[in-house]
């Protein structure tokens, strides 16, 4: 029989929990720590008080590239290479500080959440698997996500071209762009 370890397993307990109470979902949890799966629905439904909802994950790269999608996915994602170029965080703990910072920001500038945490944690799986990249914008040089396989020579962002149908919801597109343009601009300074 295998010796466990106390701590380990604790903080392995430790960091399921902090997944789940960001939102991830139950396969995040499997690919992240090594509990087994009956321990994971059971942590699951003593931190949120329901079954983890079942279902495949969302897996389409196509959902990054979008306008809105796009400009948050972006800033996800200088913030998580900032913190892995700067700092010694990497993997899992990285996406979770990562997106901490992006939720932080989403708050202090009163935005819609548009990213939630799988999807995050499936984004920075698409840029190490080089299925989606960053390119620089050319009008404003602020880091943008963009197919792998596109051309990537000049590329202009969704905030410096804007869409016709861009911000059609609630909020008028001119406010939308302007607070984007802050956060893009924040991150970018990075």
Not at 62 to 76: C, E, K, R, V, Y
Not at 106 to 117: A, H, Y
């Amino acid at each position: 029989m295998k010796d466990k370890s106390i701590l380990s397993e604790g903080r392995q307990i430790q960091l399921a929990t902090e997944l789940v109470r960001l939102g991830a979902r139950l396969q995040v949890l499997e690919a992240s720590t090594t509990l087994s799966r009956e321990r994971l629905v059971k942590l699951y439904k003593e931190v949120k008080g329901a079954s983890p909802p079942k279902g495949m994950l969302p897996y389409s790269e196509d959902w990054f590239t979008g306008w809105q999608p796009n400009m948050h996915a972006s800033l996800f994602i200088n913030i998580h290479s900032y913190i892995t170029r700067y700092t010694k965080v990497r993997d899992i703990d990285a996406v979770i500080k990562s997106y901490q910072l992006y939720l932080e920001h989403i708050e202090v500038n009163c935005l819609q959440r548009i990213l939630s945490f799988t999807r995050a944690w499936m984004l920075v799986r698409f840029v190490e698997s080089k299925v989606l990249s960053v390119t620089p914008c050319v009008k404003c040089s602020g880091n943008f996500l963009v197919h792998s396989l596109d051309i990537k020579f000049n590329h202009v962002c969704g905030l410096c071209h804007v869409p016709s149908r861009a911000g059609k919801t609630k909020r008028p597109v001119q406010e939308v762009v302007e607070v984007q343009e802050v956060a893009v601009k924040e991150a970018c300074a990075m």
